[in-house]
């Protein structure tokens, strides 16, 4: 079992950076900017032959007894109590601060193998930069640079010492793949309340303020016997009313988490009418090709004519969406969630689905045969057979002739009758045509008087002939 290196201090001390440097990623954001981080955040990480897994938290502030400050130093506790090794990280520029003390004391309570690490010592000498910190007494201080990576390998040989060796083994061939599912939506419609409803613990902070998520967290977990990767988005607002940097961080992260989802879980709130902004978050999702759940959250506490306005409006402004489960649920008390999953299986199966081409050129030539694309000039299109080249999501592609004038309607019946006869529920279906190549196209030179002449009299001939 990997040992895991919690990442613990005040505010802007660099523990993200760190967090990024032991990774080997960029996965959490920085900037320079305090309180940045607020959940639980996982990565792995590799020193030669020795795996580890480090998690990133939130500026602790342990004397705060409520608001947004509080939960995330429940979250750090938390992360504490799941450690094998605590890096408690001091700024070595600032010196040591009173807060870093009451960390301090904080951390000694819980018992566990704590390092204390002074960062930002680039340039300094490790003699004056580090005296002032023995007064915690936590040990022989180790000083480092998370932004240029000076002695982090000394201080993980420190950390990982006495655990054992672990060679890399490479997945078996075969091995069914981790679905990876994003919560996807506007700010505030409960996707970090989803996200602990499914996990069935406190594993995010879920607050009643708009922007509360800031990062992509990933968070693994099983669920039927099968293992998943659950990542908690930060909401996403139209881009005119995104004006923080920290938000236009947060928006990058976001699409660049749906973009790396198989299926996305897109959140609605049952109290605010659909707005155009789900339909851009619907619309990207469509754009970068992922599976698509949608779960309109808050339905408990409506009556029947607000619960029948909504419906009408997701038909309206989310028609598009029709291949998708819909689900109405209440994260907050978990009633519809159960139902979720099993869409998510079935989203993610039609994403992977393997289509025999023979199946797929049958289906086609139906469809033709039921209705033939509509005349492109003098001669009408003409559809050969079809095969599929590609998936998630998957990719048919149609030969033939003449394919350039085939119209988007028709494209779209073409869609609509391979989604319903391979029953491809949940995902998006893309057809793309190919018109076959003519080896002679252009290669016709024109005769010579004596070729001409010839070829006349041999028609001469032919008439004679044959009448």
Not at 215 to 242: C, N, W
Request: proline share 5%.
């Amino acid at each position: 079992m990997k040992p895991t290196l919690v990442l613990v201090g005040r505010p802007n001390v660099g523990k993200s950076t760190l967090f990024n440097r032991l990774t080997r990623s960029r996965d959490a954001i920085v900037a320079d900017i305090p309180g940045l981080t607020r959940d639980r955040h996982y990565g792995h990480g590799r020193l030669g032959l020795k795996p580890y897994l480090v998690v990133d938290t939130g500026g602790f502030e342990p004397v705060v007894k409520s608001g947004i400050l509080h939960a995330m130093a429940k979250q750090t506790l938390q992360a504490v109590d799941e450690a094998d090794i605590v890096l408690f990280i001091v700024d070595g520029r600032q010196g040591l601060a009173a807060q870093d003390k009451i960390i301090a004391e904080q951390l000694r309570k819980t018992g566990q193998k704590i390092i204390l690490v002074v960062n930002k010592t680039e340039g300094m000498p490790y003699s004056s930069v580090t005296a002032e910190f023995h007064e915690l007494g936590l040990g022989t201080p180790c000083a480092v640079s998370a932004l240029h990576g000076d002695h982090l390998g000394e201080l993980i040989d420190f950390a990982l010492e006495g655990y054992p060796y672990e060679e890399e083994t490479a997945a078996e061939p075969g091995q069914e793949k981790c679905p990876v599912i994003a919560i996807a939506g506007r700010p505030n419609v409960g996707k970090s309340t989803l996200i602990n409803t499914l996990l069935g613990e406190e594993r995010v902070i879920a607050f009643d303020q708009p922007g509360t998520t800031r990062d992509s967290i990933y968070v693994d977990f099983e669920y039927g016997q099968r293992s998943y990767t659950l990542i908690d988005t930060a909401g996403l607002r139209r881009s005119g009313k995104v004006w923080e940097t920290v938000e236009k961080f947060s928006v990058v992260k976001t699409l660049q988490s749906i973009e790396a989802a198989n299926v996305v879980i897109l959140v609605l709130d049952a109290h605010h009418e659909i707005s155009d902004q789900d339909a851009h978050i619907a619309g990207f999702i469509l754009e970068t090709g992922r599976s698509l759940v949608v779960a309109i959250n808050k339905w408990d506490g409506l009556d029947d004519y607000q619960r029948e306005i909504i419906k009408r409006e997701f038909e309206r402004k989310l028609g598009f969406l029709s291949f998708a489960n819909l689900h109405y649920i209440s994260a907050l008390y978990g009633n519809g969630v159960k139902g979720l999953m099993p869409s998510v299986d079935t989203a993610y199966a039609a994403a992977m689905a393997h289509i025999p081409t023979p199946k797929l050129t049958r289906a086609m030539l139906a469809a033709v045969a039921k209705q033939q694309p509509p005349r492109g000039g003098m001669s009408r299109p003409k559809l050969r057979y079809a095969h599929q080249g590609g998936e998630n999501p998957p990719l048919i592609i149609v030969h033939g002739s003449m394919l350039e004038h085939v119209p988007q309607t028709y494209r779209r019946y073409l869609e609509n009758t391979f989604r319903e006869v391979f029953k491809l529920k949940g995902t998006p279906l893309r057809v793309e045509f190919r018109t076959g190549h003519n080896p002679y196209a252009g290669k016709k030179t024109p005769l010579t008087e004596e070729e001409a002449r010839r070829a006349h009299s041999r028609r001469r001939r032919n008439r004679k002939k044959y009448g």
